[in-house]
């Protein structure tokens, strides 16, 4: 994938107002969305469902990207999926199950990504290359927004970009979620990353066409 990508992280929506949002987010020029499902489990917060999801699905044709940082994913893949889904990741910490997960979301149609979190050890990672669509890089502690940026992330973003050009996967998917910001968003795409997913940043600034316009350098 060599066109550089920015999703949206509807966590940081103001969900009075989502449908409108979404679409200024649609004419702003998002890539897609991002959604966050969390369980309360996996992660020490909740944020939405399969009810959201289709929500948003029905106030955009925008790319949706769900995110599922969750335990058990594997049950909730099919939901999602009818919920509009076109992306599911899911965390390769959360589930002894990730190769069936994997070709779970395949069957149901999405595109299937597995995230790691940061302090996930990178030899863990090469083999799961051939099974998934890309990597899903967390350089924050899933859970919450507005954390800071780790950016030992960023030495395992490049290896595996490395990896994933020897072996010609140009379409491989190199996604990178939390504390994205100009100056993280330019050290992230120098590593190899092709989709950044941004909220708090994306959500302080004067437009969203302004936020997306500086994230993509």
Known sequence: MSKIQVYPSLLSVDFAHLSK???LLEEAGADGLHLDIMDGHFVPNLSFGPAVTEAVNRSTDLFLDVH??????????ERFAAAGANLISFHFEATEDVEDTLKYIKSCGCKALLAFNPKTSLELMPRFIDLCDGFLFMTVEPGFAGQKFQKSVLKKISFIHELVVKAKKKDFILQVDGGIDPTTAKECLKAGANILVSGSYLFSEKSFQIGLKKLKG
Do not use: C, G, T
């Not at 599922?68 to 893949?77: E, G, R, V």
């Open 21 to 23: 949002q979404v679409k």
């Open 68 to 77: 599922l940082m969750m335990y058990n994913p594997y049950d909730y893949i």
